[in-house]
């Protein structure tokens, strides 16, 4: 069991996007693997939370399905109001296709329990 953290409220800047949306200059990655690092996602999310981060990056993977799971269960479990979390994951390079990108965002919301994500980056093959 990870260690109680206490709220530490910081002041992170945010960036503008051309749309105007604004996205934290800071994030955490949610992203620990398997082998005992999904254990501690959902206590990692709800500690980033109190101590001020507003973006969280999550990522979709075919051997890690929990990991979006637990990081939705924290931001609903959190007193932060879902509109002050900024939510990022990824699309891996074979779902690039209209209907594999489509299939795949509504899984991902489905999973973060969320009907809308911030963000979907595009995730390259490693070179």
């Known amino acids: 069991m990870a260690p109680a953290v206490s709220s530490l409220q910081t002041d992170i800047p945010f960036f503008s996007l051309n749309n105007g949306i604004k996205i934290p200059s800071v ?3 949610c992203w620990l693997g398997g082998d005992g690092g999904l254990d501690v996602v959902g206590q990692m999310c709800e500690n980033a939370l109190k101590c001020g981060y507003r973006h969280l ?3 979709w993977n075919f051997l890690v399905i ?6 939705g269960k924290a931001i609903r479990e959190s ?4 509109g002050e ?3 990022t994951t990824k699309l891996w390079w074979i779902q690039f296709s209209p209907m594999d990108s489509i299939k795949t965002r509504l899984t991902i919301n489905r999973r973060l329990g969320m009907p809308t994500i911030n963000a979907f980056a595009k995730r390259l093959k490693n070179l």
């Open 27 to 29: 994030g955490m990655g």
């Open 85 to 87: 979390i900024f939510v």
């Open 79 to 82: 007193d932060v109001p879902r």
């Open 66 to 71: 929990l990991n979006e799971e637990l990081v």
């Open 57 to 59: 990056d999550t990522v």
